[in-house]
């Protein structure tokens, strides 16, 4: 029997792959470029604390750019 340490169990317990994913049209949701930015820094930095791979954005054409 293999005794698993606290370092072993978190390097195999880290092995899968976690990505989320959302639609592009909930960045119509936020009515200026300055909370629409605010909303994808947060989007990032929960990602960053749950250790997320991947951010994936699903083109649903929703969303136009406003320049």
Request: aromatic residues 8%; hydrophobic residues 40%; contains cysteine.
């Amino acid at each position: 029997i293999k005794n698993l340490t606290k370092t072993n169990l978190a390097e195999k317990v880290r092995m899968k792959h976690l990505a989320i994913c959302f639609p592009d049209s909930i960045l119509e949701i936020p009515q200026t470029s300055t909370l629409r930015s605010y909303f994808i820094s947060e989007v990032a930095r929960i990602s960053s604390i749950f250790k997320v791979d991947e951010i994936v954005i699903l083109k649903d054409h929703g969303y136009n750019a406003k320049s």
